[in-house]
């Protein structure tokens, strides 16, 4: 990339009021179409936070080998997931992309090469809780991908090589769920604010550790004992935890909403890392 490159896309993103950062606890694909307290307060949220000349979402569903960008103009819909109602299949996200943000966001990481992806699109750990935030799908939106062969360490660090872009006008965006074992789901208890203890044990200890800014504990999150073992059983749900906190500079504050548990074994427990 030459200077001239370089410089077309800085002057397209401009410079901003530096932008929040968000994890948000997605859980199932059904809250992109269903009426519940979660998309309620992800629609208030939307109304409260500035808006952004783009978003940057790193989601739990999209693990690759090595660090990729999504760079189409047009990303498609993607329907990744099986045995749900067909409505939930006709939801369309048609927001735009952005290459010139792949292209930056490329730019700027160095920790390791970033690739440009033209087949990927918006997973539902996207398009499901954006959508909430910006029903006019009006902001332009790319996805940066998992490696899932690098250890949480290696993810902290290469999510601080973003944090200029939130001087950009981009919204950076985590999408997971901070406990979540979907083999010991109480499906007969999805309805009800059930957590088995395990659940609650690493749900607090994590809000404990984010309101301190241990981060150390929550990167080395398999020395954290049986609780976090149950809670992370596969680390793609909890890594875009660990992109946000990466994020959080030392004068802002840490904001926990959507904290309630799911099925006994998910929490939809969300942070918004505020701009003080």
């Not at 930056?104 to 499901?128: F, N, R, Y």
């Not at 083999?183 to 200890?205: G, P, Q």
Request: hydrophobic letters at 40%; glycine letters at 6%.
């Amino acid at each position: 990339m030459n200077l001239r490159d370089l410089n077309k896309i800085t002057s397209t993103l401009g410079t901003t009021e530096k932008m929040p950062v968000l994890f948000l606890g997605h859980g199932s694909p059904m809250n992109a179409i269903e009426e519940n307290e979660f998309v309620a307060s992800f629609r208030q949220l939307g109304k409260e936070l500035i808006k952004p000349h783009a978003i940057l979402c790193v989601s739990a569903h999209w693990e690759t080998q090595g660090t990729f960008v999504t760079a189409m103009q047009n990303p498609p819909t993607i329907h990744d997931f099986g045995g749900f109602p067909q409505a939930l299949f006709d939801v369309q996200y048609p927001a735009p992309g952005s290459p010139e943000l792949a292209k930056e966001t490329k730019h700027i990481i160095t920790k390791t090469e970033v690739e440009l992806d033209d087949k990927w699109g918006l997973d539902h750990g996207a398009w499901s809780v954006i959508k909430h935030l910006y029903p006019n799908a009006d902001i332009p939106v790319i996805q940066m991908s998992i490696d899932y062969s690098k250890p949480p360490q290696y993810h902290y660090e290469l999510a601080k090589e973003l944090a200029s872009l939130r001087q950009k006008g981009v919204l950076i965006i985590g999408s997971g769920n901070m406990v979540h074992n979907l083999r010991l789901v109480a499906w007969n208890k999805l309805n009800d604010a059930f957590a088995f203890d395990w659940a609650t044990e690493a749900n607090e200890k994590m809000k404990q550790y984010i309101l301190e800014d241990n981060h150390k504990n929550l990167i080395h999150f398999k020395n954290e004992g049986k609780a976090f073992d149950l809670a992370i059983p596969t680390p793609e749900h909890y890594l875009p935890l660990i992109y946000t906190l990466a994020l959080k500079e030392k004068n802002e504050t840490v904001s926990i909403f959507n904290d309630k548990p799911v099925g006994g074994s998910l929490t939809m427990t969300s942070i918004k890392i505020n701009c003080d």
